[in-house]
């Protein structure tokens, strides 16, 4: 009935009128987790923070049908800490509003970070006060040539708060050393060699220049600046696909940056290549994006965050990136990883797919949603939904074997509630064509 599943859940005989819930705080459930008891007597909510009973409400929400709620009890908590959606704001611009969107989309699962990819190859959207040509030479540029566009410090904080009145935390991601040709347009000498605007969707061909000290100027005044607008714990520095980089460039840099970004008081996270380093600040965590089998080298760098320390993100390509188009007609969406059915992106197991990183290594799961072929938050929506509610449930109910069939039953309700909502969704799952 509900997605992700709660940990525990018991449906007993009869329906009533949805009506306000009574919250209690009750210390000894866990971070997050909630009970909610609904019977004759009343809808009861306990939990011991509001994100417990926020969450309560969401399952609530999924529930109710023409206004009435069956008789449940419900004791649930998260699998995971770290349950994150991260939406490419780069590749297409998408503005205050359509952030604001997917953040009460990313709500209704459970999902508690919005990873924002804020700088690649196409655009720089974050004002950076010290380095103002970054917005006003960097963040004109988008595919497709529609102008692009950036968050100012006023608008960025209204997304953090918004987020944060929902309990999603979000992770900035500043990408580097690669990725990172619209900086390079703002500041020329960022770059060893010369760089032109870029509207298309190659990567790998940028790089900031290693060994001059410019670089290592602008990279402590960014983090400064953009860590100053992050409540939250995280800040992300990317790191991969640096496929213009030398080994020693990579090393040299990578070592470099992370130290200068650790002194801003952020827990660093990269994409796993930056596991290639043995001298990451103590705590890195590392993000894996290779496939549910991993590619050359990919496991190693990934156990490497281990190694030092650091905990890791599972985002398996082939099976967790929503950009992915979910059959051979999907009209929008990339196809190199995938594509990847519902099926598939249900049907996995982070704790199982890189050899040293169980249960206890992992800080979680996350679902990115690149936008190379997505203009407007509709198409977001569509390669996101329903899809992304297998990736919530893999973050948030408990391991064990995964039912297709029970899950599209609920996933069949979940839809019917995407309707309702308006939220664009792909239609094409078993039973539904
Ligand atoms: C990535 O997909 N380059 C993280």
């Known amino acids: 009935m509900v997605i992700p599943a709660p940990a525990s859940m018991t449906v007993h005989d009869g329906w009533r009128d949805l009506t306000d819930p009574t919250v209690s705080t009750d210390r000894s459930i866990a971070a997050e987790g909630y009970s909610l008891e609904i019977d004759a007597a009343g809808i009861r909510i306990a939990s011991s923070d509001e994100a417990g009973a926020f969450y309560a409400r969401q399952t609530l929400l999924q529930l109710t049908a023409d206004g009435r709620v069956p008789y449940v009890s419900i004791s649930d908590q998260p699998r995971f800490a770290y349950r994150g959606a991260m939406l490419d704001v780069a590749r297409h611009f998408f503005g205050v509003e359509d952030v604001k969107r997917y953040i009460d989309d ?17 655009g720089w959207r974050i004002r950076i006060d010290s ?3 970054l917005t006003a030479a960097g963040a004109t540029t988008e595919i497709g040539g529609r102008g692009g566009g950036f968050y100012s410090k006023q608008q960025y904080c209204e997304i953090v708060d918004y987020a ?10 500043i990408d580097m050393p690669g990725h990172t040709n619209a900086a390079s347009v703002a500041y020329p000498r960022l770059s060893d060699t010369p760089v032109v605007p870029y509207e298309g969707i190659e990567v790998g061909f940028s790089s900031l220049a290693i060994r001059s000290e410019t670089t290592y100027q602008f990279v402590d005044d960014v983090v400064r600046e953009v860590a100053a607008m ?8 990317g790191g991969d696909e640096s496929l213009s980089t030398t080994d020693d460039d990579f090393l040299y840099f990578i070592a470099r940056a992370t130290a200068i970004a650790a002194k801003y008081g952020k827990t660093l996270i990269g994409w796993h290549e930056m596991g290639r380093s ?3 600040p103590v705590g890195t965590i590392g993000q894996y994006w290779s496939f549910t089998t991993p590619q050359e080298g990919a496991a190693e760098h990934t156990l490497s965050f281990v190694q030092q320390g650091g905990q890791i993100i599972m985002s398996p390509a082939d099976v967790a990136y929503l950009d992915q188009k979910y059959d051979a007609l999907t009209e929008l969406g990339l196809e190199w990883a995938g594509p990847t059915s519902i099926p598939e992106s249900y049907e996995w197991d982070p704790a199982t797919i890189v050899p040293g990183v169980g249960e206890e290594q992992l800080l979680g799961v996350e679902a990115p949603m690149w936008t190379e072929t997505l203009a407007d938050i509709q198409d977001v929506e569509y390669l996101a939904f329903p899809r992304i509610a297998s990736i919530a449930e893999i973050a948030w109910s408990p391991a ?18 995407l309707d309702t909502l308006r939220i664009k969704h792909y239609v094409g799952f078993p039973g539904k064509n």
């Open 106 to 122: 990313i709500a209704l699962l459970k999902f508690n970070y919005l990873h924002l990819h804020l700088t690649d190859d196409q």
């Open 131 to 133: 380095w103002p040509e």
């Open 164 to 173: 944060a009145e929902r309990f999603i935390t979000v992770v900035p991601e």
């Open 230 to 237: 992050t409540p939250g714990p995280y800040l992300h520095l």
């Open 278 to 280: 043995t001298e990451l």
């Open 400 to 417: 064990g074997p995964r039912d297709f069939a029970e899950f599209e039953s609920r996933l069949d309700r979940f839809v019917t509630l």
